[in-house]
């Protein structure tokens, strides 16, 4: 029983860990350009191979392009898509305000999901704060 916090015993098991490669590139656009574009744009590209079909893991490939891009000092845009692997398709999107001394990031992968309506199998949302000392 979870309320109570009573429990039972089960016999031991034991399972292969998710093993998987990644290798990824970044370029930083603005840089580049010398100057000749409105604020910082960072772009990634990402490839991860599992290799086995552990939970959250599959040996299809997942291929992966993804955006920053900071308009002015103090907030990031960002975005990004993967195809393949487990999910199949992903969208994620977010946002971040720097202030110096503390950063706030607000982010949702499965955007797509919003257009499925009922038929949406899941949307993820974080919210995630980092203090610089």
């Known amino acids: ?17 998710a ?11 603005d840089k580049f350009l010398k100057g000749n574009f ?5 772009i990634g590209f990402n490839y991860h191979q599992g290799f086995n079909n552990m939970p959250a893991n599959s040996t299809d490939p ?5 955006a920053e891009w900071a308009p002015i000092n103090w907030i990031n845009l ?6 393949g692997g487990y999910d199949k398709f ?9 202030s110096g001394l503390i950063d706030f990031d607000f982010a949702t992968s499965y955007v797509h999901s919003i257009f499925d309506g009922n038929n949406a199998k899941r949307l993820g949302f974080a919210i995630s704060s980092r203090w610089k000392f």
């Open 19 to 29: 093993t998987a490669m990644k290798f990824g590139v970044g370029f930083q656009v």
């Open 62 to 66: 997942r291929f992966s392009l993804g």
């Open 38 to 42: 409105p604020g910082k744009l960072f």
């Open 90 to 98: 992903n969208w994620a999107m977010g946002l971040g305000f720097n």
């Open 1 to 17: 029983n979870a309320i109570s916090g009573e429990g039972q015993y089960t016999s031991s098991f034991s399972t292969s860990l």
């Open 78 to 83: 960002r975005s990004g898509i993967s195809v």
